[in-house]
């Protein structure tokens, strides 16, 4: 029976999503070019024994658009035989390009496959893809939710206002992000995942010294007249502070049977174990993660007490501290290297930095489980179970 195993895992340091960030001038062909020459340079095999590359983005316009994966293989030198292509399942997308590349292998379509993400908000804006296009709903959709969706970070406070989580618990969430970020950076935990670029050799987002005191003092991040009046409910905890940072980065993930990997004389990091993806109500837009976690503990055979280590994308607070709440998850096994709010959420990228956080996690910590999640727009999740085997 075929399998997946994931046997290089490596990301850039992210960077700040600004014009004054490490990674601006980087362009977002050559960003994930450079994830992608890494991983293949760090296993030692010939390119060209690659079926394919499975990128993902989520803005794909402009530097990011038509097919922007297909370039950067080629710009990461790799053979023009070697074909690339590219997916959007929104801040998922490269979470669904391993996903792709696993089943793939699998079935037995593939034997060799990259996986990967980039997202250059400096240069891309989030939102880019969608300017000059007066109706992007269509009368179908229209019909069906007539008062229309809203923004995520209005999402964020219906689930802040829903679970009853207020400012003090969202802040005290994120501050642990960023202490467990700094820990990690200064313990060498990232040294064997990071692929250094621009001069950039860590994180760029992490900070230290915030106090809840500070934290208390920053605006609402999504607070307006319009929004208040349509929902009464929402108290506006959530800030700059306690949801994801705009960043710069690429990830890639090098995945193939156990076979194919002994032949090569390769010891895979993890197998990838089981997939889900999941939806749900596209209004609170981030809550699928809890669906979706079910899903896959279902279908691997597995309860929430055999995980070891959790990585669920902070996008914001308010969405790993729901997934919490309802899953019964213990806090002390999620991010414990630090998440989105700390690291940085680049888009395309951030589920396979997710992944290659995770597996190398695993193998610190001693881990046999992972489970990966990550909310994404329109009400969407993936989840991941990854089992160590070395």
């Known amino acids: 029976m075929r399998d997946a195993v994931i046997v290089e895992a490596v990301r850039t340091p992210v960077g700040k999503g600004k014009p004054t960030g490490a990674l601006h001038g980087v362009h977002p062909v050559d960003l994930l070019a450079h ?133 003090t618990q969202l802040d005290e969430f994120a501050l642990s992000s960023h202490e467990k970020a700094a820990r990690a950076t200064k313990d060498g935990s990232f040294d064997a995942q990071l692929a250094p670029l621009a001069g950039l050799t860590a994180d760029e987002g992490i900070r230290l010294g915030s106090t809840l005191e500070t934290l208390s003092g920053l605006r609402p991040a999504y607070y307006s007249e319009a929004m208040a009046a349509r929902f009464p409910e929402i108290d506006w905890n959530i800030t700059a502070a306690n949801a994801s940072q705009i960043n710069d980065g690429s990830s890639a993930v090098l995945i193939m049977t156990s076979e194919r990997a002994a032949q090569l004389g390769l010891r895979p990091l993890a197998r990838v174990h089981s997939f889900a993806v999941a939806g749900d109500d596209p209004l609170l837009m981030l809550t699928a993660v809890i669906p979706a976690t079910r899903k896959v503990l279902h279908r691997a055979g597995l309860q929430l007490s055999d995980i070891d280590l959790f990585e669920v994308n902070e996008a914001f607070s308010s969405v790993v501290l729901a997934w919490a709440h309802d899953t019964g998850a213990d806090l002390a096994k999620v991010n414990v290297n630090g998440g989105a709010i700390a690291i940085g959420h680049p888009l395309g990228a951030s589920g396979g930095r997710l992944a290659t956080t995770l597996v190398h996690a695993m193998h610190d910590h001693g881990a046999r489980w992972g489970l990966q999640t990550m909310c994404e727009a329109g009400g969407l999740a993936n989840a991941t179970i990854y089992e160590r085997i070395r």
């Open 35 to 167: 994830s992608l020459r890494e991983v293949v340079a760090r296993s030692g095999i010939d390119p060209e024994l690659i079926d394919d590359v499975i990128g993902g983005v989520v803005t794909a316009v402009g530097e990011q658009g038509s097919n922007l994966t297909r370039r950067a293989a080629l710009a990461a030198g790799f053979p023009e035989s070697v074909p690339a292509t590219t997916v959007d399942r929104q801040c998922g997308s490269s979470q669904q390009a391993i996903h792709f590349a696993a089943q793939g292998v699998i079935a037995g379509a593939y034997d060799i496959v990259v996986a990967a993400g980039v997202e250059s908000m400096s240069r891309v804006p989030m939102g880019a893809n969608l300017i000059g296009a007066e109706d992007v709903t269509g009368v179908g959709f229209a019909e069906r939710y007539p008062e229309g969706l809203v923004p995520q970070g209005i999402s964020a406070e219906l689930i802040a206002a829903r679970w009853n989580l207020g400012r």
